[in-house]
């Protein structure tokens, strides 16, 4: 035995056999998370020339019968919420002073950019680049949104497009809308879930200083930012009573947010159509894509997920995100926007849209003659 070795230890070549079967491991281990994908998550994973993949993914949207393990804490935490919420929704109407109800929608605006253009379309989805004082400001809005830290948040969420609608989905819609809304926060997460999870690249995310900070100092940054100061606020500023701070600045906003970030995953994959693909059930819903901020247009995020529009379009009036977004590309704050070419989505529309698609039409160069010729056309001016 050599002299500086000890007994019991592991020789280099045993070591060398030992990486290269962990490597082996490693490769296997990839390779299963591949085969088990249902969707996209960024540009790089896309097997078709319009964005798609290649294998039938419909027999793998499913979800096994299984008891759920309920977590009584979430249940009583958000039962009381909701309560509150109505509480606080009687109130500003019959007793709230306009500033804690003008407070409140501030608050509701904030920290649903938080999580839109923040949690989901600059860090889960890399849509964008950011430089530091736009993302200390996400990151504040985000935290004031107290849906998880942000970190947390797009680790779920990549999972969430990479096992779209199978059980390794933490709200797989599958599972019915009250599931897909709020019931996945009241039970114990499918072990798939955890599995897929510790699978997904976030690297990136673990490079970001900021990103990095709020997550070690959420449980003193979150209370401070979504109930202590909003409570506050009105309490010190204009008098509020603290029943109505509290009930509509807090609650009421929280409650609602909270809720209409749940609609993406339960409304916006259940109700509206599918122009871009018709075999997966996230929907373009428009009532989504205004409580949101634009993250209603579904059909599109989940088939063009880089996209930092999450849209085709850029109406700034129904997808406020991407107003916002774009501003601070005018100033240099935000940069690298990634988009899909018109070409690439015509194909998509083409190939796997359900029809309902109107912006290519009658007398486009690719129309079908048969189609002309077969169309009937009344009122017709005469020549």
């Excluded at 083409?350 to 690719?366: C, E, I, P, Q, V």
Aim: aromatic share 14%; proline share 4%; hydrophobic share 45%.
């Amino acid at each position: 035995m050599p002299p500086n070795a000890h007994a019991g230890a592991q020789s280099i070549t045993d070591s060398l056999i030992a990486a290269a079967n962990a490597a082996a491991d490693s490769e296997q281990n990839l390779t299963k998370l591949q085969q088990d994908s249902t969707g996209v998550l960024f540009e790089c994973d896309v097997e078709t020339t319009d964005g798609g993949l290649v294998k039938d993914i419909l027999p793998m949207k499913k979800a096994d019968k299984r008891k759920m393990k309920l977590v009584w804490r979430n249940i009583i935490a958000f039962g009381y919420l909701h309560l509150a919420a109505l509480y606080g929704a009687y109130l500003m109407i019959t007793s709230a002073k306009w500033e804690t109800i003008g407070l409140a929608y501030i608050l509701y605006a904030v920290s649903g950019l938080g999580i839109t253009a923040g949690a989901h379309r600059l860090w889960a989805h890399r849509s964008y680049k950011a430089k530091w004082p736009l993302r200390l400001i996400l990151a504040t809005f985000n935290t004031i949104a107290f849906q998880d830290a942000a970190y947390h948040w797009a680790r779920d969420h990549r999972v969430h497009h990479k096992y779209s609608e199978t059980d390794a989905d933490p709200h797989n819609a599958t599972r019915g809308f009250f599931f897909s809304h709020i019931g996945w926060l009241l039970c114990k997460k499918h072990p798939e879930v955890k599995a897929k999870g510790k699978g997904v690249d976030l690297s990136d995310l673990r490079k970001d200083s900021i990103l990095m900070f709020q997550k070690k100092y959420y449980m003193i940054l979150m209370p401070l930012a979504c109930f202590i100061l909003p409570t506050m606020i009105p309490m010190y500023f204009w008098n509020e009573t603290f029943v109505n701070a509290w009930f509509v600045a807090t609650m009421f906003r929280w409650c609602f947010i909270l809720n209409v970030t749940w609609l993406v995953n339960s409304a916006a994959h259940k109700f509206g159509g599918r122009p871009y693909d018709k075999e997966i059930s996230p929907s373009q819903n428009i009532s989504v894509a205004v409580l949101a901020f634009g993250e209603g247009w579904h059909n599109y995020h989940h088939v063009f997920p880089w996209d930092y529009k999450t849209a085709e379009f850029g109406k700034y009036s129904l997808n406020f995100t991407t107003a916002f977004i774009d501003f601070f590309a005018k100033i240099g704050w935000a940069y690298d926007l990634k988009t899909v070419s018109p070409e690439i989505i015509k194909k998509r529309v083409k190939r796997t849209g359900d029809g309902t698609h109107a912006t290519w039409g009658w007398g486009d160069t690719d129309q079908p003659k048969e189609e002309i010729d077969d169309a009937l056309i009344i009122h017709k001016k005469s020549e």
